[in-house]
C-alpha cells in the first residue's frame, strides 16, 4: 500500500485536501470531489471551498495514477479470464455487425462496470464505468457544442453537473472521435435507465438498445446510412444466439453494498 499511501498524500498536497481515499461504489460520492478510476473504483477528496480547477486537477490525477489506484485494490471486482463463451459472444457480435452495416456492438449490464462482451471494432470502449457515470450528465447537447465546452470556446457556460468532466471528454477525445465516444457514452448512460428498447438518432450516428436476459442490454453502433427495418429484423433474430451466450459466460463478483475504502488523512 506504500505507493497508495504516497499517491493520497499527493492529492491532499495538490488539492489542499484534508482526507482522500479510494473506493468502489455504484456512484459518486456526494459532499465531496471525486474522479472514476476504472473498473468501479472511485478517488476522492475532503476539500473546503472545492472549484472546478480542483475537479479538473483531481481528474487529472486520476487519470496518471490509474495503475497504482488498481494494482493496490487487487481485490477489486473484474471479469473473469477469456472464455470460450466469451470468444463465442464476439465472433456473434462481429457477425450481427457485418449483417446490420453498423459500426460495433456491447453487451453490458446495466449496474455493473462489467463489459461482457463486445464486437471487434467495438474494443475502445474499455472503461464502461466511467462511461456510464459521464454518459448520464451528457444529455441530449450536440457533441460539437460539448467539445467546444471542453475546448473552452463555447458560450454560454457548459452546465454545472457536465463541467467536471469536460477535462476527461477532451483527453479521451485524443484516441476516439469525438461524435463516436460523446454518443456511444451518452447512449451507455441512457441505456442503464432504460428498461426496454429504445433507438436514439444523432446526427449520423443512430444507436439500436435491446433489453436481453433482465439485466443486459445489447447496444449496436451505426454510422452513416443503414436500413432501420433491416436492423430491427436482424437484431431481433440475433438476440437469442446472444442472450444464450451471455448467460454462458462465468459469473463476475456482484458489486459490493456501499463501498469498500482505502483513506489517507493529511497530518497535522
Known amino acids: 500500500m506504500q505507493a497508495l499511501d504516497r499517491l493520497l498524500a499527493l492529492v491532499c498536497r495538490e ?5 482522500a481515499w479510494i473506493e468502489y461504489a455504484s456512484a459518486p460520492a456526494t459532499d465531496v470531489v471525486s474522479a472514476p478510476v476504472r473498473d468501479g473504483w ?8 472545492a472549484t472546478d480547477d480542483t475537479q479538473a486537477l483531481l481528474e487529472g490525477l486520476a487519470a496518471s495514477f490509474d495503475r497504482v489506484l488498481l494494482e493496490a485494490a487487487g481485490d477489486a471486482p473484474t471479469p473473469a479470464q477469456p472464455s470460450e463463451s466469451g470468444e463465442r459472444l464476439r465472433e456473434a457480435l462481429d457477425v450481427l455487425v457485418s449483417k446490420v452495416g453498423a459500426h460495433a456492438a456491447w453487451v453490458f449490464d446495466e449496474r455493473s462496470p462489467v463489459l461482457w462482451g463486445a464486437s471487434s471494432d467495438g474494443n475502445w470502449l474499455t472503461d464502461l464505468g466511467r462511461a456510464r457515470v459521464i454518459g448520464q450528465t451528457l444529455g441530449d447537447h450536440p457533441p460539437q457544442l460539448i ?3 471542453a475546448g473552452g470556446q463555447q458560450l454560454p457556460a457548459a452546465p454545472a453537473e457536465l463541467a467536471p468532466h469536460l477535462p476527461t471528454i477532451a483527453a479521451a477525445a485524443e484516441s476516439i472521435p469525438a461524435e463516436r465516444l460523446i454518443t456511444t457514452w451518452a447512449a451507455v ?40 427495418l433491416h436492423a430491427e429484423t436482424t437484431i431481433n433474430r440475433a438476440l437469442p444466439v446472444i442472450e444464450r451466450l451471455v448467460t454462458d459466460h462465468p459469473p463476475v463478483d456482484p458489486t459490493p453494498k456501499g463501498a469498500r475504502i482505502h483513506a489517507f488523512v493529511r497530518p497535522e
Open 147 to 149: 467539445m467546444g465546452w
Open 42 to 49: 472511485m478517488i476522492c477528496a475532503d476539500v473546503d471551498d
Open 15 to 19: 488539492l489542499g485536501a484534508t482526507r
Open 189 to 228: 448512460g441512457e441505456a442503464s435507465t432504460q428498461a426496454g428498447a429504445w433507438a436514439w438518432d444523432r446526427g449520423s450516428l443512430h444507436v439500436r438498445v435491446r433489453p436481453l436476459a433482465g439485466i443486459y442490454r445489447l447496444l449496436v453502433l451505426f454510422e452513416g446510412e443503414f436500413s432501420p
